[in-house]
C-alpha cells in the first residue's frame, strides 16, 4: 500500500494540504496526488507542493541526477530525478495554479 492513502484515514477534507519534498518519495505519485485531492475541500481546497526534481533547464545537472540516482535513493528514500513538474501537470486530479522553479529549474 502506499504510505500517501493513509492520509485519507486521518480526516478530512481539509482547507488545504502542504507537501514538502513528498512526491519524489512515495512509490506512486499519481496515487498520492489522488488521494491528496480527495483530503481537500472539493472546489475551494488548495494542495501547496514544495518539490525538488529534474530540471526543466539544466541537463548537465539531469546528467547528475541521473547517475547517482540509484545511491540516492539507497540512502534517502529518494528519487530525485523525478519530473515532478510532468508528473503534476499530467496529473487528472488536480489543476496546477502556479508553479515556480527555483536552484537551476528543479
Known amino acids: 500500500a502506499d504510505d500517501a492513502s493513509a492520509l485519507r484515514r486521518t480526516g478530512g477534507p481539509f482547507d488545504v494540504l502542504v507537501d514538502t519534498f513528498g512526491l519524489c518519495s512515495v512509490p506512486d505519485p499519481q496515487v498520492a496526488l489522488r488521494v491528496w485531492s480527495q483530503s481537500v475541500k472539493q472546489d475551494t481546497g488548495l494542495i501547496?507542493?514544495?518539490?525538488?526534481?529534474?530540471?526543466?533547464?539544466?541537463?548537465?545537472?539531469?546528467?547528475?541526477?541521473?547517475?547517482?540516482?540509484?545511491?540516492?535513493?539507497?540512502?534517502?528514500?529518494?528519487?530525485?530525478?523525478?519530473?515532478?513538474?510532468?508528473?503534476?501537470?499530467?496529473?487528472?486530479?488536480?489543476?496546477?495554479?502556479?508553479?515556480?522553479?527555483?536552484?537551476?529549474?528543479?
Open 48 to 106: 501547496l507542493l514544495l518539490e525538488h526534481g529534474r530540471s526543466s533547464w539544466a541537463s548537465w545537472l539531469n546528467n547528475q541526477l541521473d547517475r547517482d540516482m540509484d545511491k540516492h535513493l539507497r540512502n534517502w528514500g529518494c528519487v530525485w530525478n523525478r519530473d515532478i513538474a510532468e508528473i503534476v501537470h499530467a496529473s487528472e486530479d488536480v489543476e496546477v495554479v502556479s508553479v515556480q522553479t527555483f536552484h537551476f529549474g528543479t
